[in-house]
């Protein structure tokens, strides 16, 4: 017969079974009931100025969000209000698709739907950036559908930097209105870079993912799957360092109280705006010439006299810039240099601010300074 003290033991040395079979039968990813926080940005150095936090998709856990989203942290789903919502998802490192030999990483970010197509993606808002200063934006898509369907990828940047969707929620409406756009993917089943160029209109960008999957053939059910790895965001050069230039040589008053000042073989140009903007001067030096005659001779007996006219400097002739300072300020300075006994400097200040939506390029009237012959 056996004992009270060998029933005790007996139901002991059954649970402690029980709940190791329980611990080694529970799944490796919990869904938690509420969304996580996305863990502490990584410091982790990199050749590339990429101002994404976690552009390879690979940080972990990727954060929940009801009904069944995994999104990955710091990115925001979104989806248009009255389409299909798809389902979003960590690749897991598993079957699905990541762009391994993009970024060496074993994880994407997908959504994907079975059925309607979808208008839907990610975003991140990126902070600290210099205003009307170009960015790059460029990520690697793929999708993957039923024959003839057309996935609509592409990649934008907001140049407001507006958060699109609301708290937890990854519905909007409609994108803002200065949204520049990439080119769109139209294969399938292959990973492509899309990239898209954009100057902020302040201090944020947004960075957006986006997919718009259009239906093909006629077989059902259909399916679409977006995959996105492997994006960056850098800051990027004008062409050669020249700011754009303006729309028109009118100056709006924008630059103001231009001032120069010589030395022996420089002339430091000094002026103010009424914003912050950044700096450069166009300018062109002449060199020293001779002076030539103003009598030409006809004949033995009969001469022509041409008056002195003298004509605005015109800034479509200037080649050269001074170095590029994209920092905004209100006031400017800007150092020309290599100027010789004699030469004749002529110049506009340029400076680049936001307006209306864009960028713009704002200048002044030209400015003539001569450098006398000792």
């Not at 979003?88 to 739907?113: I, L, S």
């Not at 420089?266 to 002026?271: E, G, K, S």
């Not at 020309?336 to 006994?341: H, K, L, P």
Request: net charge negative; aromatic share 14%; charged share 15%.
């Amino acid at each position: 017969m056996i004992s009270m003290k060998q029933l005790v033991r007996i139901f002991m040395i059954a649970a402690v079974v029980i709940t190791l079979a329980i611990s080694l039968g529970r799944p490796g990813q919990a869904r938690p009931t509420v969304a996580v926080a996305a863990p502490p940005a990584p410091q982790v150095e990199s050749t590339v100025a990429n101002l994404l936090i976690n552009g390879d998709m690979e940080m972990q856990p990727y954060t929940w969000f009801y009904p069944n989203h995994y999104v990955a942290p710091y990115w925001k789903r979104l989806w248009y209000y009255y389409s299909t919502i798809p389902e979003f998802d960590d690749t897991r490192g598993g079957p699905r698709p990541n762009c391994h030999e993009c970024d060496g990483g074993t994880h994407a970010q997908v959504y994907f739907k079975w059925g309607p197509a979808y208008q839907a993606g990610i975003y991140q808002v990126v902070t600290g950036v210099t205003q009307c200063t170009p960015y790059e934006l460029s990520a690697y898509a793929r999708n993957h559908s039923v024959e003839g369907a057309i996935p609509h990828a592409r990649v934008a940047l907001d140049p407001e930097g507006k958060t699109l969707t609301p708290e937890n929620d990854g519905g909007f409406f409609y994108f803002a209105p200065y949204t520049t756009w990439s080119a769109e993917q139209t294969q399938l089943f292959v990973w492509e870079r899309l990239a898209v160029q954009a100057e902020p209109l302040g201090d944020r960008l947004t960075a957006i993912l986006y997919a718009s999957p259009q239906p093909g053939s006629n077989q059902t059910p259909y399916y679409y799957d977006s995959y996105w790895d492997a994006a960056v965001l850098t800051p990027v050069s004008f062409p050669d360092n020249h700011l754009p230039l303006p729309g028109t040589w009118m100056p709006s008053g924008f630059i103001y109280d231009v001032e120069t000042t010589k030395g022996s073989d420089t002339l430091t140009v000094n002026w103010k705006t009424q914003g912050a903007a950044s700096t450069q001067v166009l300018y062109k030096i002449e060199p020293y010439q001779p002076p030539i005659s103003s009598t030409v001779p006809i004949s033995l007996t009969y001469h022509y006299y041409f008056p002195f006219i003298a004509k605005a400097p015109n800034p479509n002739t200037f080649t050269n810039y001074t170095t590029l300072d994209t920092t905004p300020v209100t006031e400017h300075s800007a150092v020309i240099t290599g100027i010789r006994a004699g030469d004749t400097v002529l110049l506009v200040p340029l400076s680049r601010r936001p307006l209306n939506g864009s960028c713009t390029t704002e200048t002044a009237t030209p400015v003539m300074v001569k450098f006398d012959m000792p």
